[in-house]
């Protein structure tokens, strides 16, 4: 959505808020998205943008308890956007994707899940699609729960070492700066 519109609850709300050249090109993109969406997934307006989730009834367990995305379609005010959640995840899909984009004769500005784009002869619409078709509902709530259990083996090892050095200088912090070490071979009680 532009900025300064005034936020869409629909989908078509979002869309008639646009220009009309901006308004066609994501209706040419969503179109393409919606002909190759795994089932399981809905559109919907998630975070002021048309996203494409995991519905919260079929999968709840999330970071932040918003649904699970695997795509998104955004008017910005410099171009427009593409999110695609799942490129952005899957080391192998990214490589793949930025491979294909080149191969498409077209040049890829691209974030880490967004790609921008100014219209539509600088996006392979149909290469979308494609990405989008590649991770059906089951294979992408697997995908996020090993990445959300490789987030929380990294902070328990973070957090792990920071107490155990802690309990090692514990003992050292108590001593009281105004009093002398006792001389070699002296218990200081005489």
Known sequence: MLCGAMPANTVAEYLASLPADRRTALET???EILRNLPAGYEE?????????CIPLSRYPDTYNGQPLMLAALASQKQYMSVYLMTVYG???????????????GKKLDMGKSCVRF????????????????????????????????SARTRRAAK????????ARKAPA??????????????TGRQ
């Open 90 to 104: 899957d080391p192998k899909l990214a490589a793949w994707f930025q491979k294909a984009y080149a191969a498409a």
């Open 118 to 149: 100014k219209s539509l002869d600088t996006l392979p619409v149909e290469l979308i699609g494609e990405a989008v078709s590649k991770v059906d509902v089951d294979e992408y709530i697997a995908q996020y729960e090993r990445v959300k259990g």
């Open 29 to 31: 993109v969503r179109r």
């Open 44 to 52: 919907g307006i998630h975070f002021g943008m048309i996203g494409y």
């Open 159 to 166: 957090q792990a070492p920071a107490r155990k050095s802690a």
């Open 173 to 186: 912090t108590r001593k009281s700066p105004n009093r002398k070490a006792p001389a070699k071979g002296k």
